[in-house]
């Protein structure tokens, strides 16, 4: 702000120049200014690197191959290369499979629960009805409920699944449906999925801030309410759907909580990553290169972990590298109207 | 709704009756605008409403009713238990209550070292210097590195713990524990007390505190940036300090975000994965013990907890606010 007017005033002068005409002013501001930035550089780069440091030690330690991770002269980069820990880790994750019933759960739960939620969200933006703010109320109990609470209950209802005693006609008594996809996309398409009472808040937060002129105007051109949603109010909240989406996509990738209530019957990578710490030291007491051994040294095990979380976070840190925009700069857009 | 409060009324709709009137056909309210837009309204939150029903109310109840019970999984009968789930979880279970204080106090540190870490990266973020949307990128990228199972996979397991506990033994190899030394220098010259104890928690901790606060930093920044700048050029003309303005201005304007980022950051605590209450919960119920009843119990004890912060902490924080306004 004030940077421009000093330049103004003496602009083909140098810079002691116009610092003895400021009575020494300019330098100090100049010191000033140049140790704050110095300062916040620091500070960034400490903080960026504390948040990167980890994936890259793993990415280091993954290429190891088992001398060098007693070797204390190895720091990062490995002295001998090998790709062969990436197979064992596969193996023990069942990785195509695992990747893929992974990839398409998650696909096809987000695509549920945003559709769910984008319908909720607009109900909620822009309609009058009775007992809306109890509802509303719901939906921010929602978000503070945490799953965990309800966890043996669902349990209990899914591995004796009754809906109405309809299927008790049918079948002659309750079913188990607990490891089957089902009870999840239910749970999903009726917004009581992973985190669903964000997606509506930030939905309903964004819905708001378009104005209702738009509509109106969609209205009066005999535009019917549904039809309006779905030609007006949809194409405009793209942006932010698409953000929603993105999250619920990563969120469901990682998660362990419904995986491993739910989604037992499908081999997921969360709840194997999870299963491996427990797991690795037989697996390794199997493969070749340990024959013989039955306790695999911690070191080790800890390098095939930090694989397994390597193969969880590559593939959502690529798509966040191409995603990031719209990860970011929609939340910007409704977290400012809070 | 009574007479009294008919004028501040904020629905197009008065009391019950025309609530239920909007419903039903042949009333007299039935074709007009509003109760079409109400009852379609009503028809786009319905998944929610049968999803919260069937699949939160409905379980609440039935865990609550667990929690008091006794809970056999083979035949799924519940034998009424009174309270005998929670004395257990309080009285006899031998982790429960240390794992809940543990937790309560780390969160308690957490909450706030996270709020004053988020707000202090978003004012820097929104300063303008080289690299500005590359620190964005990077700061933002905890919310996925983060998440479900990846935070505490790699201390999870015990043999892993036995190689923690060895490198801390012997010291850390690659160099001087920083804070540890500090804290015994302190110590020795007799200045240290609760305070700095509770300080360098938060300096030990600085991992998770960056890892948990991306959204934050997100919601800080978008407050921020929705300040109008011409604030600043009038407190600028009047002969504001850079540091007046920021608590004059940017504080205020921004502190309501504050309460939004503390209840998220409360919940996301207790949802974490890496939470040993609910490693525990867990264990009890899928582990030997397979006891749902206890582990109902158990989760209702730290649902209750979860729900008094919260509450203490809006309260604390929205008469704070207030007071700027």
Redesign the interface.
């Known amino acids: 702000?004030?940077k421009d007017n000093t330049i103004f005033i003496g602009e083909n002068k140098s810079f002691w120049d116009r610092n003895r005409r400021s009575g020494g002013y300019l330098l100090k501001r100049r010191i000033k200014e140049i140790s704050i930035?110095v300062v916040?550089?620091l500070?960034?780069f400490g903080?960026?690197f504390?948040?990167?440091s980890p994936?890259i030690s793993r990415l280091s330690m993954s290429l190891m191959q088992e001398q060098d991770l007693y070797d204390?002269t190895i720091?990062l980069l490995p002295r001998n290369i090998t790709f062969e820990n990436y197979a064992i880790v596969a193996r023990s994750c069942q990785l195509p499979t695992s990747m893929l019933n992974t990839l398409w759960i998650s696909i096809v739960t987000s695509i549920c629960q945003i559709v769910?939620c984008t319908?909720?969200a607009?109900?909620?933006a822009?309609?009058?009805?009775?007992?809306?703010k109890f509802?509303f109320a719901?939906?921010v109990?929602?978000?503070?409920?945490?799953?965990?609470?309800?966890?043996?209950?669902?349990?209990?209802?899914f591995?004796?699944f009754d809906l109405f005693g309809i299927i008790t006609a049918i079948t002659g008594g309750p079913i188990n449906i607990r490891s089957s996809i089902w009870p999840y996309i239910?749970?999903c398409?009726?917004?009581?999925g992973l985190k669903d009472g964000l997606y509506?808040y930030m939905l309903r937060q964004y819905f708001k801030g378009v104005p209702e002129s738009l509509e109106e105007a969609a209205y009066v051109d005999g535009c019917g309410?549904l039809h309006t949603f779905f030609k007006i109010m949809l194409p405009d909240a793209m942006p932010i759907i698409a953000s929603c989406f993105l999250f619920s996509f990563?969120?469901q990738?990682?998660?362990?909580?419904y995986s491993r209530n739910f989604l037992t019957g499908y081999k997921l990578f969360?709840?194997l990553?999870?299963g491996?710490?427990?797991r690795i030291?037989q697996e390794l007491a199997g493969t070749s290169l340990n024959a013989g051994q039955q306790t695999?040294d911690?070191?080790r095990?800890?390098q095939m972990?930090?694989i397994?979380?390597l193969f969880?976070?590559v593939p959502?840190?690529i798509l966040?590298?191409f995603t990031?925009r719209t990860?970011?700069e929609s939340?910007?857009?409704t977290?400012?109207k809070? | 709704m009574s007479k009294k409060n008919k004028k501040y009324r904020e629905?197009?709709?008065s009391g019950i009756t025309e609530?239920?009137q909007?419903y039903l056909p042949g009333s007299k309210i039935y074709h007009t605008i509003?109760a079409r837009?109400?009852?379609?309204?009503?028809?786009?939150?319905l998944?929610?409403?049968?999803?919260?029903i069937?699949?939160?109310v409905?379980?609440?109840?039935?865990?609550l009713r667990?929690s008091f019970s006794q809970?056999t999984i083979k035949t799924?009968e519940m034998v009424w238990n009174g309270v005998g789930n929670y004395t257990y979880a309080f009285n006899t279970d031998p982790d429960y209550n240390q794992l809940l204080t543990n937790e309560i106090s780390r969160m308690a540190i957490n909450v706030i070292a996270t709020l004053v870490l988020s707000f202090v990266?978003a004012v820097?973020l929104n300063?303008k210097?080289k690299?500005r949307i590359?620190?964005?990128?990077?700061?933002?990228?905890?919310?996925?590195?983060s998440?479900?199972?990846?935070p505490g996979?790699?201390t999870?397991?015990s043999?892993?713990n036995?190689?923690k506990s060895m490198s801390d033994s012997m010291g850390d190899?690659?160099g001087v524990n920083l804070s540890a030394s500090i804290q015994n220098l302190l110590s020795v010259s007799g200045v240290a007390g609760d305070v700095f104890d509770v300080i360098f928690q938060m300096i030990d901790a600085?991992?998770d505190i960056?890892?948990a606060s991306g959204?934050q930093i997100?919601?800080f920044?978008?407050?921020l940036?929705?300040i109008s700048p011409s604030l600043y050029?009038a407190a600028?003309v009047e002969g504001c300090s850079a540091w007046e303005s920021f608590w004059k201005i940017t504080f205020p304007m921004v502190s309501?975000?504050l309460l939004?980022n503390c209840?998220y950051t409360i919940?996301d605590f207790?949802?974490k994965?890496d939470n040993q209450v609910?490693e525990h919960?867990n264990d009890v119920?899928y582990g030997v013990r397979m006891d749902?009843g206890l582990?109902?119990a158990e989760?209702?004890i730290?649902?209750g907890v979860?729900?008094a912060f919260?509450g203490i902490s809006a309260f604390i924080i929205s008469r704070a606010v207030k007071s700027y306004e």
């Open positions: 702000m004030s930035s916040r550089a500070l960034m903080l960026c504390m948040i990167i994936m204390s720091v769910s319908l909720v607009y109900g909620f822009r309609f009058d009805f009775p007992l809306k509802w719901c939906v109990a929602l978000i503070i409920i945490p799953p965990q609470t309800i966890q043996s209950a669902l349990y209990q209802t591995t004796r239910m749970m398409l009726t917004c009581m509506i309410t990563v969120w990738w990682t998660d362990l909580f969360a709840p990553l999870s491996m710490p427990d030291g695999v911690p070191a095990s800890l972990i930090s397994g979380v969880c976070c959502l840190i966040y590298c990031q990860f970011v939340l910007a857009m977290g400012s809070e | 629905h197009w709709y609530a239920f909007m509003p837009r109400a009852r379609v309204g009503f028809l786009f939150i998944p929610f409403i049968i999803g919260f069937a699949f939160m409905r379980p609440l109840i039935i865990s667990m809970y799924g990266i820097i300063q210097f690299g590359l620190c964005r990128i990077i700061f933002f990228l905890p919310v996925i590195l998440s479900g199972v990846l996979i790699e999870s397991s043999s892993l036995l190689l190899s690659s600085i991992y960056v890892m959204i997100i919601v920044l978008s407050g940036q929705s050029e600028d309501p975000l939004v209840i919940i207790f949802m994965n609910m919960i119920m749902l582990a109902a989760s209702w730290y649902f979860a729900v919260i």
